[in-house]
């Protein structure tokens, strides 16, 4: 993959994560989801790194096991050179506050019956950073950076529309002083028009406090707008990473040419050839030998179903895993 820098905020290093799957009277596991099958990354301070692929692909158990709300099967996680894996329950909880949440649902993930002040107040009193005036005042101002007025404290999730409801939890993920926030499709539950501003948010709080996003979506628009990196995803693993204009521009892997192929110009007299992928992803309970892509490729080789696939270096910043 990329060469790494030593200076990077968040290593990945084989990360795995395979959930059992259990059956009969005794509950015997008969087989595993191999929902995150060895995943290696970096990002770096003040970087967007964007996760795309399709539904399934194992975007958001990646999302949560690096905050370890799931916790991985293998693998090694460096938090600003720290392994988190090793780190004792009081130890991860004091890192833990530098690493945040920001959830797809704008109204699920909020406790309806907290007041938003008790709402992003929360976090800051968990870990004693702030306590009545000083709470309250520190509440109001973050509500003011991410757009809110201070008398939105005094109300529940219920009265705000889905666009206020994001910046709320946006809020909430802020409120900690976090370094790193992973974002889990955090605007493809709103109209058009407030995804804009939501994504135009997330870019000016990125640039202030010199954050590092981890940002998953299905959207390749919205992930070309916000990231530095992408990385694309196809049944659990990698399978090419690089910066976001080269990727964009020169995608190598068939698998992201087809991603690319379906994204909608603004040009209507331009077209673009689509590449249809025959069948559905296999399970991950079962993934298929050699690369993972070859049953739906439209160039595999007989060498694809057996060899897995190697990394090849297209450049100092993009790397692909392709036989072909």
């Avoid at 666009?163 to 889990?184: E, F, K, M, W, Y």
């Avoid at 530095?228 to 990698?238: D, E, F, N, T, W």
């Avoid at 521009?249 to 590449?275: F, G």
Wanted: with cysteine; net charge positive.
């Amino acid at each position: 993959m990329t060469p790494r820098a030593e200076s990077a905020l968040l290593e990945v290093d084989h990360l795995v994560k395979h959930f059992p799957l259990r059956r009969g009277l005794f509950s015997r596991v008969h087989a595993w989801v191999r929902a995150v099958d060895d995943v290696s990354f970096d990002l770096h301070a003040g970087e967007t790194l964007g996760l795309v692929g399709e539904s399934g692909s194992g975007k958001t158990t990646l999302g949560r096991s690096v905050l370890l709300l799931e916790e991985p099967t293998s693998g090694k996680l460096c938090f600003d050179g720290v392994d988190l894996i090793s780190l004792r329950p009081s130890a991860l909880r004091r890192t833990r506050r530098r690493m945040q949440f920001i959830f797809q649902d704008p109204y699920g993930s909020l406790n309806p019956r907290m007041r938003v002040e008790s709402i992003v107040g929360e976090g800051m009193r968990i870990h004693s950073l702030a306590r009545g005036a000083e709470l309250r005042r520190r509440v109001a101002e973050i509500l003011d950076q991410v757009g809110l007025p201070p008398s939105a404290m005094s109300r529940y999730p219920h009265e705000f529309s889905g666009g206020q409801r994001q910046r709320i939890g946006i809020a909430r993920a802020l409120s900690v002083d976090p370094s790193l926030i992973v974002c889990d499709e955090p605007v493809s539950a709103l109209d058009v028009s407030v995804q804009a501003q939501v994504l135009n948010l997330l870019m000016e709080i990125r640039a202030r406090r010199r954050l590092s996003y981890l940002f998953i979506s299905h959207d390749l628009s919205v992930v070309r707008h916000i990231s530095h990196r992408v990385a694309v995803m196809y049944l659990g693993q990698i399978v090419e990473s690089g910066g976001v204009d080269e990727l964009f521009s020169q995608p190598r892997h068939p698998y992201t040419q087809a991603l690319l192929s379906a994204v909608p110009t603004r040009d209507p007299e331009r077209k673009r050839l689509r590449i249809l992928l025959p069948g559905e992803p296999p399970s991950p309970t079962d993934p298929p030998k050699g690369c993972r892509f070859h049953p739906r490729c439209p160039v595999a080789e007989k060498l694809c179903a057996v060899e897995e696939p190697p990394w090849k270096q297209r450049s100092a910043t993009h790397s692909y895993r392709c036989i072909h």
